[in-house]
């Protein structure tokens, strides 16, 4: 049971364009969304999260945004760099509890 | 500071060997977790510590084992290595429950031939 799914295995963006990377939840108790980023050879890093009473949270050039009634969230980072490049995985919890991730996207920004 | 260091990077094991990946933690964080990422695929959650001498299941703990006997250690035992454990294994930590975000480690890429 895949509660948390991203659809697009991977996207190409020209640099300084907008990226958006959708994310669709089942688990209707998540009350916590994060958005983390991963370079190959590395571990995942937290890049933005966003709480379910919430439909959008900022920070610089990346902003998330939340439809609690569609089940879905999306980040959008603007514009684009070369350095965004990596995967971008989407994640829900419920009462602090663990995190359940997403099958990733990889985002390629194009020079 | 080092943050979440896991060894070794890379092994291959036979079917049927044993194990340990080891990880460690300086940031004094209550939290550690265990994951792995299969091609293509989330990270699945394998165990879980809440603070040491305490450890819960996770989505996929068969074949697994851990253990918790400090604040800073938390490492993965695999007992008669199989196949279906080639993966990547993401240890990972958290000061506190909630969704302020987990540090990882770099991983350790585990074949099983």
């Known amino acids: 049971d895949q509660q948390v799914k991203q659809n697009s295995p991977s996207l190409s963006v020209q640099e300084g364009r907008i990226s958006i990377l959708n994310c669709d939840y089942t688990n209707s108790m998540f009350d916590y969304f994060l958005w983390y980023k991963k370079y190959p050879a590395e571990g995942p890093t937290f890049l933005i999260s966003?709480?379910?009473?919430?439909d959008k949270n900022e920070d610089g050039r990346f902003t998330v945004f939340l439809n609690k009634s569609a089940k879905h969230l999306s980040l959008h980072i603007v514009p684009s760099q070369p350095g965004d490049s990596a995967v971008y995985f989407c994640?829900?919890?419920?009462?602090?509890?663990?995190?359940?991730f997403g099958t990733g996207t990889r985002l390629t920004i194009i020079p | 500071n080092a943050g979440v260091t896991q060894t070794p990077k890379f092994r291959i094991l036979k079917i049927g060997q044993s194990m340990t990946l080891q990880c460690t933690q300086d940031m004094n964080h209550n939290y550690m977790y265990w994951y792995r990422q299969d091609p293509g695929m989330g990270l699945k959650l394998i165990y879980y510590s809440v603070g040491a001498g305490i450890t819960d299941k996770g989505e996929v703990p068969n074949g697994y084992n851990v253990s918790r006997s400090t604040t800073e250690d938390f490492p993965l035992r695999l007992e008669l290595a199989a196949p279906s454990q080639t993966s990547v294994y993401f240890c990972?930590?958290?000061?506190?429950?909630?969704?302020?975000?987990?540090?990882f480690g770099s991983g350790t890429r585990l074949t099983v031939v």
């Open positions: 990972a930590s958290s000061y506190d429950r909630g969704p302020y975000g987990y540090t």
């Open positions: 966003i709480s379910s009473i919430k």
């Open positions: 994640a829900g919890t419920f009462g602090n509890e663990k995190l359940t």
